[in-house]
């Protein structure tokens, strides 16, 4: 179930990834893959969140492969190992076709586990995919804690249009990340990590989070989401509201004392636990009938 007190030390990353594969557009994006050594119940796409990569969610993945599950994933494009420019997108359906992509090498029954603006993806994913069985979401970014500067939000229409490719800071404090101080030195240390997105990300953020909210009661699957009660990147507000409208049975996992990433704090044992546990009822729920 990972090590206790906390995820390992992923300092050393890989830096190549073992195997590519190509998004709709031809983009090329590093597949990341770990088979299960028992028998197979399902399996379980990762995805990321902005500024990082998959290999950061390598403890996720094995816990998962010891309860049988087969896991893959990509990093996004312009993420980690993938091509792309850094923080950049011109529409958000690419991040959705990067994981399309990634979902088709992974078997029946299948099952989604994202973060942050993974999460955002994920769900407009989930919009139009019909094989996903049941999703856990951790920090969705379905709303910031703390907005960009006004100069920032009030310019990024235009820009997105006259200079959709300038690069400007995510505004993320490794600090607000988690309580895990060995997480916070590697966040910054990792040199597969990027602190820069674009204006034409921005307004495709905030183009995704409303096309998400608006299709809230028409989601039909089983999800599960964790938060940290101390988040200050993404809205707790926000997605409290948007669960008061999601059209499937849901459960919210509040966690004391956390920050956004819970999968990576010194509890992240329970976290694991909690989704992995929740993740197999719904192996059997489905098995039923």
């Given amino acids: 179930m990972g090590r206790m007190g906390g995820p390992p030390d992923t300092s050393l990353m890989i830096t190549q990834a073992t195997d590519h594969l190509s998004s709709r557009d031809g983009t090329e994006l590093a597949w990341h893959h770990w088979s299960t050594p028992n028998p197979l119940r399902g399996s379980v796409l990762l995805v990321h969140g902005v500024g990082e990569h998959l290999q950061r969610y390598r403890h996720v993945a094995e816990a998962l492969t010891h309860s049988g599950f087969e896991v893959g994933g990509v990093d996004l494009r312009g993420h980690g190992l993938s091509s792309g420019k850094r923080g950049h997108i011109l529409r958000w359906q690419n991040y959705v076709d990067d994981i399309h992509a990634a979902a088709e090498r992974l078997p029946d029954p299948l099952f989604v586990t994202a973060h942050s603006m993974g999460a955002l993806v994920t769900l407009d994913f989930l919009r139009e995919d019909t094989r996903t069985k049941a999703a856990v979401l951790s920090g969705p970014l379905l709303g910031v ?125 329970q976290v694991l636990h909690s989704a992995i546990s929740w993740i197999q009822a719904q192996v059997d729920a489905s098995a039923q009938t």
């Fill in 145 to 269: 804690a703390v907005e960009a500067p006004r100069w920032k939000t009030g310019l990024a229409g235009l820009l997105s249009r006259i200079a959709p490719s300038l690069q400007l800071a995510n505004e993320i404090d490794p600090a607000e990340v988690c309580r895990n101080i060995d997480v916070q030195r590697r966040y910054q240390e990792d040199p597969l990590n990027s602190n820069r997105v674009t204006p034409r990300w921005y307004t495709e953020m905030r183009a995704a989070i409303e096309r998400v909210r608006t299709y809230a009661n028409e989601y039909q699957l089983p999800l599960q989401v964790h938060a940290g009660s101390e988040d200050k990147i993404v809205s707790i507000d926000a997605l409290q509201s948007f669960l008061e409208c999601w059209g499937g049975v849901h459960e919210l996992k509040i966690w004391p004392d956390g920050k956004h990433e819970v999968f990576n704090e010194t509890f992240c044992d």
